[in-house]
Nanobody
Framework: QVQLVESGGGLVQPGGSLRLSCAASGIIFTIYAMGWYRQAPGKQRELVAIITSGGSTNYADSVKGRFTISRDNAKNTVYLQMNSLKPEDTAVYYC?????????????WGQGTQVTVSS
């Protein structure tokens, strides 16, 4: 049974920092691409950052230079370091795990963690 558990969200002032964590279980973590997505009220869910099984990363233009995604395969955990936060970063942040297993694309989502950037 796949389980992704996010943590680290909260309320932060503009310009502040937060570090999100996503602990995975029930999967062979090393073969999965891990991603962070976010969904603001009234908007569609969007990709924030992704890190492949090989460690390659990709970011949404809106967070480049401010956010950093990383993974610790020994801990089955992916992180999102968020710096210079802006009010427009306010959203529920979701962790995603994706891989092709036995020729079948598979993916799972966490329950989400709220990030609020406000003074």
């Amino acid at each position: 049974q796949v389980q992704l558990v996010e943590s680290g969200g909260g309320l932060v002032q503009p310009g502040g920092s937060l570090r999100l964590s996503c602990a995975a279980s029930g999967i062979i973590f090393t073969i999965y691409a891990m991603g962070w997505y976010r969904q603001a009220p009234g908007k569609q869910r969007e990709l924030v950052a992704i890190i492949t099984s090989g460690g390659s990363t990709n970011y949404a233009d809106s967070v480049k230079g401010r956010f950093t995604i990383s993974r610790d395969n020994a801990k089955n955990t992916v992180y999102l370091q968020m710096n210079s936060l802006k009010p427009e970063d306010t959203a529920v942040y979701y962790c995603n795990a994706a891989a092709v297993v036995g020729g079948v694309r598979t993916g799972s989502w966490g329950q989400g963690t709220q990030v609020t950037v406000s003074s």
